[in-house]
């Protein structure tokens, strides 16, 4: 077991690189499923995510080979792999492997609609709710699967070996709904409409992919997507989309410290509600040649009022590093989660670092504090994890902060990158 410690105080000044997106990363593998061909990934970043979802497509029958980096590529620019799934040798994902990360029971979409059946475990809840699927299998069932649920697995059948083009209207938006029907689509015969996609820029990344692939889509980037089927796909080469998730939260970081740095890579478009955020807290986030830039921009931080929202509103997954953020802003900040049920779980975390929190239902007021102060502190969820990095780097002396297998599951190399910036932060033997 490992723990970070981490010495509040510094200011974070200088370039901090952004690395490709996990969010992005784990479907375009799984895209390399519905393909005979090798589906080449570069700027994957080294996560235990990564890692994890290589075991799964294994399973299934994919080589993969990590080639290391290209040529002339910095430290934090990630990996190449090679993913050949020539021969689907299993269509079973089983509960093992599958609870161990959500996303993995995505290959439901190419299983299917490559080989006409698939048995993949249920992912079950997890600490931010309880996340059905629900939508999936409905979508899947108008494109003509057959599904049963049993023994905590769903067993999806294309009766005539394919599935059939359909127009599928979500009721929610999802993304990993969008995912998995928009793959099961390219290769389904006839045409798929999808109306209320997601439209985050991973489910973008992803459709450019297919594309490369030989995919028809329509509509990427936008909430109808159409898609003809196509009888196979090719191989493709395709570098992963910077993280957006990765850079909002460095830019809070940054601006925790009253410091000054360049996000490199990182891109103003995917960020849109989160920079406008940012300047009704006074933080300035500028597009700069290669990035963006992020600092405080007169001194003092002012309290916001936001809600989560599906993209393009404000992410989810910064609601916490926001919350991190907003306990030494002037003002009580009111933050509302809308997408996860219970994604509050930082909350009594940040109240032992001396943040004054108080929760309403899906609403966080949040006063803002003279100081913070270190103490010991559990990480319970990925980004959860990552809000106490940023409370902690402003909190006077240490932080020790517990449960690191959540940070290493969805941020590259975090020590390194904050501590090249001027943070006080090490990893050491709990
Ligand atoms: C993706 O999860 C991300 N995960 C999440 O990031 C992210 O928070 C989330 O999208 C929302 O942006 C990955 O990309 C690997 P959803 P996903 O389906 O696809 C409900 C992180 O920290 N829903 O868009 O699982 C669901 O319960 C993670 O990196 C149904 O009701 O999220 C939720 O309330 C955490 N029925 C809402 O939709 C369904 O069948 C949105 O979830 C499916 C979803």
Known sequence: MEKLLVRGGNRLEGEIPISGAKNAALPLMIAALLTDETLTLHNTPRLADVMQL??????????????????????????????????????????ELVSKMRASFWVLGPLLARCGEAKVSL????????????????????????????????????????LNGAHVMFPKVSVGATHVVMMAATLAEGETVIENAAREPEVADLA????????????????TLRIQGRERLHG???????????????????????????????????????????????????????????????????????ETQPHPGFPTDLQAQLMALMTRAQGVSSIRETI???????????????????????????????????????????????SLVIAALAAQGETEIHRLYHLDRGFEALEEKLSAVGADIERVAA
């Open 123 to 162: 992912p079950g809840g997890c600490a931010i709710g309880t996340r059905p699927v629900d939508l999936y299998l409905q979508a899947l069932q108008r494109m003509g699967a057959e599904i049963e649920v049993e023994g905590g697995y769903v067993v999806a059948r294309a009766p005539k070996g394919r």
């Open 54 to 95: 290589q075991k799964i497509l294994g399973n299934h029958g994919a080589d993969i080979m990590i080639a290391g980096k290209r040529a002339g590529q910095g430290r934090f620019t990630g990996e190449t792999l090679r993913i050949s799934a020539r021969e689907i040798i299993d269509t079973t994902a089983p509960y």
């Open 208 to 223: 450019e992919c297919l594309v490369k692939m030989g995919a028809q889509i329509e509509g990427i980037g936008r909430s």
């Open 340 to 386: 996860f049920e219970n994604r509050f779980m930082h909350v009594q975390e940040l109240v032992r670092l001396g943040a004054d929190i108080t929760l309403m239902g899906d609403t966080a007021l949040v006063k803002g504090v003279a100081s913070l102060k270190g103490a010991p502190v559990m990480a319970t969820d990925l980004r959860a994890s990552v």
């Open 236 to 306: 493709a080469e395709h570098s992963i989309v910077a993280d957006r998730i990765e850079a909002g939260t460095y830019a809070m970081a940054a601006a925790m410290t009253d410091g000054e740095v360049l996000l490199r890579g990182a891109r103003a478009e995917h960020l849109s509600a989160f920079i406008d955020v940012m300047a009704q807290a006074g933080i300035e986030v500028r597009e700069v040649d290669g990035g963006l830039a992020v600092r405080r921009a007169n001194g003092e931080m002012r309290a916001v009022t936001v």
